[in-house]
């Protein structure tokens, strides 16, 4: 299901240029995003807000390659009708400019989303300690829903550096949550946990 958010009154538009066909033109297409509006920047690894993109930064397209962004411009506020979309079961879709689209988020942007292509990625570079039991590593909705299972729920310990990590005793799988908007996780042993955690704890 596809249900249409309608929002009304004063907004904060930024309008994001994006170069769609590389060094071979000089075409170009532009994305009106409100200014906290979440979008994937692959090389950070992480979700940001439209407002605090830069020109120079890439956006991650459908296809797997990435765009550039050349110009970020803050609209003066204005009355604006603005709509959002929330799709059943995917948490983030692309929006097309020009011959091109960019990754953004759904609708609330969480550690779990960034969590999940982060893991993904690492896994599929070989890095199979990564792997989550029992998830389908090839599905990024799977490992999400999981990492927002755990994240969301309780256990949760405060380590050094305001993080906090989760243990998942019945898949043998350790999640650290290192911000809002990004975690990672690994398999561990429970003795492996153990000693993992008494050397990074919050004192």
Known sequence: MVALIVGNGAKNLVDITVDTDGSGGSETGVIVATDNHPF?????????????????????TSAGANVQI??????????????????????????????VDALVHNEVCDAAWGGALHIQEEWQKGNR???????????VDQIAEYLDGILTGPGGRSVQGGKTVYYDEARGYMVLRASDYMATGRKMSKEQFSAWYNKHKDN
Do not use: C, F, S
């Open 129 to 139: 300690n990564h792997g989550i039991p029992g998830v389908d590593m090839r599905n």
């Open 40 to 60: 994937w920047v692959p090389v950070l690894a992480e979700w940001k807000d439209a407002i605090t993109l830069e020109p120079g930064q890439w956006l991650q």
């Open 70 to 99: 050349t110009a970020v411009t803050r609209r003066l506020p204005l009355n604006e009708r603005v709509h959002n979309l929330t799709i059943a079961d995917l948490h983030t879709y692309h929006v097309g400019v020009g011959a």
